[in-house]
């Protein structure tokens, strides 16, 4: 019997959506940019606000991180475009 194999639709993420997913999970969570900026380890805070903006995207270890501290799965924080 043969297996037929059919390539998977390529996820995409909704940058703007996602960014406002993590602004909403930081907000629930009581804590500021800062609060963020110093649990992440950064110098500074424009990565954080560049996120929740929905211009840019944080590194897979970045969501990882953060689905720590929101205490939620990674899946909570992405957002994928309805195509």
Same mark, same amino acid.
């Given at each position: 019997?043969?297996?037929?194999? +059919? *390539?998977?639709?390529? *996820? @995409?993420? /909704?940058?703007?959506?996602?960014? +406002? ?8 969570? #009581?804590?500021? @940019? ?6 992440? /380890? &950064?110098?500074? *805070? ?7 903006? #929905?211009?840019? &995207? *944080? ?10 501290? &929101? ?13």
């Amino acid at each position: 019997m043969e297996i037929k194999i +059919e *390539p998977l639709s390529k *996820p @995409v993420i /909704d940058l703007q959506a996602t960014g +406002e997913k993590i602004k909403q999970l930081r907000i629930l969570k #009581g804590l500021s @940019v800062h609060d963020l900026q110093i649990l992440l /380890d &950064f110098e500074y *805070p424009q990565a954080i606000y560049l996120w929740e903006a #929905g211009k840019t &995207f *944080p590194t897979i270890e970045n969501l990882m991180l953060l689905s720590q501290i &929101f205490k939620v799965d990674i899946l909570e924080i992405v957002v994928r475009k309805q195509v």
